[in-house]
């Protein structure tokens, strides 16, 4: 096996990285199934910091806490959100995600079409697989390592 230089190599990684992510990319058969990145952003937003209040909301994304009322009280009818009035002040209540809104949020994220590329795997030889993996780790390893040339914070 013939050595290759570092510059062959990061080529043929981009071709192949390429590649890779035209077999592998989720593709959305019906846009109208996938929720509208305002949703995913609500549905995230609320996974990094908890139950919110409407008010805390609406100040957060910008919006009147009218329109956002009837955005959330559409979640909720899909089962995405839940909200409890505040035992403390019957006026606020406390908005948070459900497991089905956790989870779609987590589909909406995701960028690899994970069935299809089980499928693909287990067409490869186990060690074939474990390899890969090492290998994909160890150049993450050694990317984390290396410097941008306009961020001297990075390593």
Same mark, same amino acid.
């Given at each position: 096996?013939?050595?290759?230089?570092?510059?062959?190599?990061?080529?043929?990684?981009?071709?192949?990285?390429?590649?890779?992510?035209?077999?592998?990319?989720?593709?959305?058969?019906?846009?109208?199934?996938?929720?509208?990145?305002?949703?995913?952003?609500?549905?995230?937003?609320?996974?990094?910091?908890?139950?919110?209040?409407?008010?805390?909301? #609406?100040?957060?994304?910008? &919006? !009147?806490? +009218?329109? @956002?009322?009837?955005?959330?009280?559409?979640?909720?009818?899909? *089962? %995405?959100?839940?909200?409890?009035?505040?035992?403390?002040?019957?006026?606020?209540?406390?908005?948070?995600?459900?497991?089905?809104?956790?989870?779609?949020?987590?589909?909406?994220?995701?960028?690899?079409? #994970?069935?299809?590329?089980? &499928? !693909?795997? +287990?067409? @490869?030889?186990?060690?074939?697989?474990?390899?890969?993996?090492? *290998? %994909?780790?160890?150049?993450?390893?050694?990317?984390?390592?290396?410097?941008?040339?306009?961020?001297?914070?990075?390593?």
């Amino acid at each position: 096996m013939s050595r290759m230089d570092t510059e062959d190599f990061a080529a043929r990684f981009g071709d192949a990285y390429r590649e890779l992510y035209r077999h592998a990319v989720r593709r959305i058969d019906d846009a109208r199934s996938a929720p509208s990145p305002e949703t995913t952003a609500l549905l995230l937003h609320l996974a990094q910091i908890g139950p919110a209040t409407l008010t805390e909301l #609406a100040r957060h994304f910008d &919006r !009147a806490p +009218s329109t @956002l009322s009837a955005k959330i009280d559409a979640l909720e009818s899909d *089962g %995405l959100l839940a909200r409890q009035r505040d035992e403390d002040d019957a006026r606020r209540s406390w908005i948070w995600l459900t497991a089905e809104g956790r989870r779609r949020m987590s589909d909406a994220l995701d960028v690899l079409d #994970a069935p299809r590329v089980a &499928r !693909a795997a +287990s067409r @490869l030889d186990p060690a074939l697989r474990e390899s890969l993996l090492h *290998g %994909l780790h160890a150049l993450i390893g050694a990317l984390a390592a290396t410097a941008f040339p306009d961020d001297g914070d990075r390593k």
